[in-house]
């Protein structure tokens, strides 16, 4: 299974790395680490590339990560989905009709336990599972939500994204260059 053709979501830490990903044959990414004042910009280069970018609302610099954070960024921004680990973040991105992608950190049992009954909460469009270098708990998530999949965090090589996917996750979220290259020559 992948994720409107594409087994991996490149995601940008720089304007460098979003200019790669527009400049590409990828429709979808991730948009990390940058500065609530570079947003319109940024967006405005999106959607003139007629890509689709989900961005992390918790890695937003000055804007603190809350329900009304979200809000502007539903409403000014209107990105094409936001991930977050915090649950107001989701529930505000589902009211806005905003795609809504819940980060989870699966860290150890009582963190997997509670990350479902916040996943039984909010039920997200999307989880991002981190890290997704573990296909096992890949299959489980999915089994036990019924929600698509990203996997996310320590996949360096080809064959751990397509572990992921054999498994169940829908795509795969990474900044890796080598993962990037690799995928979009397919």
Same mark, same amino acid.
């Given at each position: ?87 107001? +973040? ?13 980060? +989870? ?35 489980? +998530? ?45």
């Amino acid at each position: 299974m992948s994720f409107h053709g594409q087994k991996i979501l490149p995601a940008a830490k720089q304007m460098k790395q979003l200019d790669k990903i527009l400049e590409s044959t990828y429709q979808y990414g991730v948009l990390l680490d940058t500065h609530v004042a570079r947003l319109g910009h940024m967006y405005r280069l999106i959607r003139e590339a007629e890509k689709r970018m989900f961005l992390h609302a918790d890695l937003v610099q000055g804007l603190k990560n809350d329900e009304y954070a979200a809000e502007y960024l539903c409403q000014e921004i209107r990105p094409d989905g936001l991930i977050s680990t915090r649950s107001s +973040v989701i529930l505000k991105a589902k009211q806005k009709g905003i795609v809504a992608i819940q980060r +989870v950190f699966l860290l150890d049992t009582l963190a997997l336990e509670k990350n479902y009954a916040l996943l039984e909460k909010t039920q997200p469009d999307y989880i991002e599972v981190l890290p997704g270098a573990m296909p096992h708990m890949i299959e489980e +998530v999915q089994k036990r939500t019924g929600i698509p999949i990203f996997a996310g965090g320590l996949i360096r090589m080809p064959s751990q994204v397509e572990e992921a996917i054999a498994a169940g996750a829908t795509a795969v979220t990474t900044s890796s260059k080598e993962l990037f290259k690799h995928y979009l020559s397919q």
